[in-house]
């Protein structure tokens, strides 16, 4: 059986992308903080299906609760990175970029006790606005990124990637590892995990790893958040519609999809298949 990545973005409810006009960052350390329980759960979880993975985790959440990244790491998970504050790349200068690498990465090694090499950018937003993202993630000494999602979305998306590991730096070594998309005739579908798997049908995740796994030869790269096995986490009534059905909806199934998830494909950490996947990069 092909060994897939199973992937954990570690971000708190209201950090959320869908949230970020609505709730101001200056009111974050107000707010009620279910990221270490959240993830407890998922370790919990991970630990029951005898699983290892990679959990994406913000700065801000390793300054705040390192025993947690210290937990992740003596587990015998990949910790990664996930940026400081979950602020999108294309929102930052290419020394903002840098400096917000530096100063993330020094919080989850100093508290995780574990080198970082991986990287995923804060939803997605690698794209074609920023050609300077990936030299520097080379430049600071990234193995690999998981940065893009090679579909049209109305939040994220770089339709042009490649749907497999690619090198976007000449003469380096690091990979860009997208998030899991299939293909349906000539439409590219995501199908990577995060909203897509806890809205649709299992059914539907489970033929499109099977494509990718089958098909292409390749293994899948799936996400998903704490906060998505949490149905009784507060509500943000003042956010719109759109987002707050994306959010708040089936999340009290989700727990049991990964269960199934867990038991139906072989999982492994992305740094694992980095190797693997580097030799038939384009």
Known sequence: MMQNALSVDVEDWFQVGAFERTIDRADWDGLTHRVERNTDAVLALFDEAGVKGTFFTLGWVAERYPALLRRIAEAGHEVASHGFDHARVFTFTPDQFRADLRKSRAMLEDASGQRVTGYR?????????????????????????????????????????????WKPVAGSPLLELPVTTAKLGDRTLAAGGGGFFRLLPYAFSRWAINQVNGQAQRPAIIYFHPWEIDPDQPRVAGAPFKSRVRHYSNLSAMAGKLRRLTRDFAWTRIDALVDAQAEQAA
Request: charged share 20%; hydrophobic share 30%.
């Open 121 to 165: 950018a804060p939803s997605f937003s690698i794209d074609g606005r920023t050609p300077w993202a990936h030299p520097i993630l080379a430049e600071e000494g990234y193995r690999y990124s998981s940065s893009v999602a090679p579909v049209r979305h109305d939040h994220y998306g770089w339709p042009d990637s490649p749907r497999f590991a």
